[in-house]
């Protein structure tokens, strides 16, 4: 079960629009990794560069609680590997790690990939 429970309401529909777009194998390898996940804090780092997205879950992380987790999106495909190198030196554990595409309905625009991360903070961190 996926509990949002973020601060702002803005926030909270943009993570839940996301959740709920989701594949059913990502929702899958999330109910398998995190059957009780609570989301306490969402970074969005869409259209910075990297370290920037790094550098907010950085500065998040210290607000979060034990076993509370954080939603990250960007669009910098290197945030995703400095994120997990991140969590495996700072023994936070990644729970989910994918990407969906974004553009305009009509296909007008370009198309962004977008990085979704999900990171549980563990006890002693």
Known sequence: MINISLANSEHQALVQGYLDAFSSSDLETLEE???????????????????M??????????????????????????SQTDLAAFCQQAGLEMVLSTTTTEGSADGSEKL????????TKTNGN
């Open 112 to 119: 962004d990939t977008i990085f979704h991360l999900i990171i």
């Open 33 to 51: 990794a995190a059957p009780q996940l609570t989301l306490s804090a969402l970074v969005d780092g869409r259209g910075m560069a990297c370290p």
């Open 53 to 78: 997205p790094l550098l907010k879950t950085k500065v998040v992380l210290r607000s979060v609680q034990p076993s509370e987790s954080v939603y990250i999106l960007a669009t910098d495909p290197n």
